[in-house]
């Protein structure tokens, strides 16, 4: 027990004199960059991507794209006229007293006007004579803001229950009464945002195509257990809470209700037993006859597209979807219906997210794409959320992002309904986002590669380049001169798996690096892609420029559960995530002993989330590998992580009790040899700090040694100070215990 407060002590010791001298600890024998770069250097606000237009919307009618880009650095709103190549001002919001968010723009059906949010009110602005007017005036944040399609009306949530207001004069019209803490009417609750809406919180509610009717998910918590956050800056502390369910225990509890606002008619549509969650995706067909939903049973094994008639109180099944292992129903989309009823559907019952055509019945017309590749769906990475794949006026092309080319890459594709045939409408190699005008003339098309910032083009629908709207300036300091290569290597049974090599400045092939192994592992998100590192949440170009200037090689690989590559190459870790994971990275390992500048002695670990979990089921179960590692927000117990996420992949607790035991961390603390560096944020409402200090308490009942960082006020994604801490105290971890050794 003495040992283990002497690291902690060591540990905040080494994090200040890391923040006195602006850098990590140092090899004196690694040829160094002259200015060596500091953790809190490189999280300052735009160091690495510098401004760039962001926040894209196209009006419904014409080729006209309204944006985010800063001036001077306040965000301020823009519109492109690609048809004329006109660029102006929409709002330069200033030191407003509302606190306008330029960010939230959206356009009214009509193109016309644009809807934003501020502090105190919402906020109507004229597109051609800028002219602002406030409605629905009121301290409550308003969220899930939608106009109706006739333009005379504005939906939105406030207190979790649903309200409209009238466009012309203001009049308020609230259309639940029973909104509370533990209701919602027409938002959602953490789990659901955090798992099924993949954190792009679109709108849980659909207005008719006619505007007299919505329909929307009611979500009721009660039953779900309560969580505590504790912030530490008031005195005495003061505690706050958030419902979350944990694997196996209670959901909250979903429905789905229509109202009319002509006659105030409301129903509740049936659901069949089964049914456990309703999809944050929400519509109607275009007589307005029918909504539509998706539901999902619990054991996320049959997914079904729903329709509903509310007058003649009427509903069927559309379509259904199976999988013997797990649905990604966080990579599905609401249906994209097309002028004569029929629609598209993404599905991945081939194994790769491909796209079909329906008919209004549920009739399957035909596979419209296909092949090994997939299209690309969850929300980070796409350029407006919510919205995977666009469709020309005429109804005979449909866009979207694609890894036809490679999975490491996202290239803009158009196939053509009627015969599937496909073009490839991007063309240089890296990563584009896509989105089109309504007109269906032009795209707007955000590119990165690996070593580039973030490009903004304005395309022709055929790719044809139109213009640069802007670019991402770069590193606003001097970096290291790191190598990064990508790379095949073959797991252990012949799979190919996709790598990433980065090697110092000044680096030399005669001598012995230690080697830091950046990974994540998990289901749903990609570590290997070309694209720009700073746009990731693993910030890579960070840890990049941190670990290379003290010497070390960074490697990167995406196991078995990772995404990108089609859902046979995720299904190995059901109902035991780890396993497979650990060992595809140790196939990456023994590639990395047969490299003559590499020391297999002294191979450390770095990963966070699913990645800290990683990383000490890798110091437990494969001692002999990893020297040292960080843990940074990992689960170690995932009977304690959420319902959702959780349940997907290892079904519920007493269902697969030997899967949870073996990836309980906790149980098994004694058998680590390493002396890990443990960091969690204090106010992480997604993997909570219990999972940290469940394992420090077993760790310290066996005598075991660790270092632990705690980021105060820091929620699961770092920031800011909390990152700069984060980053400083893993290099210097790594330099004491893996460059010198214990």
């Not at 659909?206 to 009611?218: G, I, T």
């Not at 249906?335 to 993404?346: C, E, K, T, V």
């Amino acid at each position: 027990m003495k040992r283990n407060i002497q690291l902690y002590w060591l540990s905040v010791l080494s994090l200040a004199f890391t923040f006195l001298a602006g850098c990590g600890g140092q090899d004196q024998t690694t040829p160094l960059p002259t200015a060596k770069v500091s953790a809190r250097m490189l999280v300052q606000a735009n160091a690495l991507m510098g401004p760039g237009p962001s926040g894209f919307g196209w009006s419904p009618q014409g080729a006209t794209l309204a944006y985010v880009d800063p001036i001077d650095g306040r965000d301020v709103l823009w519109a492109y006229d690609a048809a004329t190549a006109a660029r102006r001002v929409l709002l330069d919001p200033g030191a407003n007293a509302d606190q306008i968010s330029v960010s939230s723009a959206q356009w009214s059906p009509q193109g016309d006007l644009l809807l934003l949010s501020g502090g105190s009110a919402l906020w109507l602005l004229d597109a051609k004579t800028g002219a602002m007017k406030s409605v629905a005036a009121g301290s409550s944040a308003k969220t899930g803001l939608m106009f109706s399609p006739d333009g005379t009306r504005i939906a939105f949530a406030q207190d979790n229950d649903l309200y409209t207001v009238r466009v012309s004069d203001g009049v308020l019209v609230r259309l639940t009464t029973d909104g509370s803490g533990t209701v919602f009417n027409g938002t959602l609750d953490w789990v659901y945002n955090e798992e099924l809406a993949t954190r792009s919180a679109q709108p849980a509610y659909a207005w008719s195509p006619d505007s007299k009717s919505l329909v929307y998910l009611r979500l009721d918590e009660t039953a779900v257990q309560n969580h505590p956050i504790t912030d530490f800056r008031t005195t005495p502390p003061t505690t706050s809470y958030t419902r979350y369910p944990t694997a196996g225990s209670p959901n909250p509890k979903a429905s789905v209700h229509t109202i009319s606002l002509e006659t105030g008619k409301r129903s509740a549509v049936p659901l069949a037993d089964d049914v456990e969650y309703i999809m944050p995706f929400f519509g109607w067909f275009p007589d307005s006859q029918e909504a539509f939903f998706v539901t999902e049973n619990r054991a996320h094994s049959v997914l079904k597209l729903m329709a509903w008639n509310p007058a003649t109180a009427v509903g069927r099944t559309v379509l259904t979807e199976t999988d013997p292992f797990w649905i990604n129903e966080n990579s599905y989309a609401a249906p994209i219906i097309l002028a004569d009823g029929s629609f598209l559907w993404l599905s991945e019952r081939d194994g790769y997210m491909h796209l079909y055509l329906y008919s209004r019945q549920g009739d399957l017309i035909r596979q419209v794409t296909k092949g090994a590749w997939m299209i690309d769906s969850p929300a980070w990475n796409l350029l407006i959320p919510g919205r995977p794949v666009y469709v020309d006026p005429a109804g005979q092309y449909a866009y979207f992002s694609g890894t036809k080319s490679s999975p490491l890459e996202r290239q803009i594709y158009r196939a053509e309904i009627a015969s599937g045939k496909l073009e490839q409408v991007s063309q240089r190699a890296g990563f584009h986002l896509g989105a089109l005008s309504a007109d269906g003339n032009y795209l707007v098309d955000q590119f990165s590669d690996v070593s580039t910032p973030p490009a903004t083009w304005i395309v022709k629908a055929d790719g044809t380049r139109v213009a640069v709207l802007g670019q991402s300036a770069g590193p606003a300091i001097t970096l290291p001169q790191v190598t990064r290569e990508f790379l095949t290597v073959k797991a252990h049974d012949g799979t190919d798996l996709y790598a990433q090599i980065v090697k110092p400045e000044n680096f030399n092939p005669t001598k012995k690096y230690p080697v830091i192994i950046h990974w994540y592992g998990g289901p749903t998100l990609q570590m290997i892609s070309n694209r720009y590192g700073a746009t990731n949440i693993f910030n890579l170009i960070e840890r990049d420029v941190l670990y290379t200037q003290e010497g070390f090689i960074v490697w990167r690989l995406d196991n078995r559960g990772s995404f990108g590559r089609g859902h046979a190459f995720e299904t190995p870790i059901c109902k035991e995530m780890g396993k497979s994971a650990l060992d595809d990275q140790i196939a990456g390992v023994d590639y990395l002993r047969t490299l003559p500048y590499v020391d297999a002695s002294r191979i450390g670990t770095d990963g966070k989330s699913f990645g800290g979990f990683l990383t000490l089921y890798g110091l437990i179960h494969a001692p002999d590998i990893f020297k040292v590692g960080v843990a940074g927000s990992g689960p170690t117990d995932w009977a304690s992580y959420d319902t959702i996420y959780t349940e997907r992949y290892m079904q519920k607790p007493l269902e697969n009790p030997a899967g949870y035991a073996a990836i309980n961390l906790v149980t098994v603390a004694n058998q680590i040899k390493a002396a890990p560096l443990i960091i969690h944020g204090l106010a992480d409402r997604n993997v909570h700090l219990e999972n940290s200090i469940n394992f420090i308490q077993a760790l310290e009942q066996y005598g075991k040694p660790f270092y632990f960082v705690p980021l105060p006020n820091e929620d699961h994604h770092y920031e800011g100070d909390g990152l700069a801490s984060a980053l400083s105290a893993s290099v210097d971890y790594f330099v004491q215990y893996l460059m010198n050794g214990p």
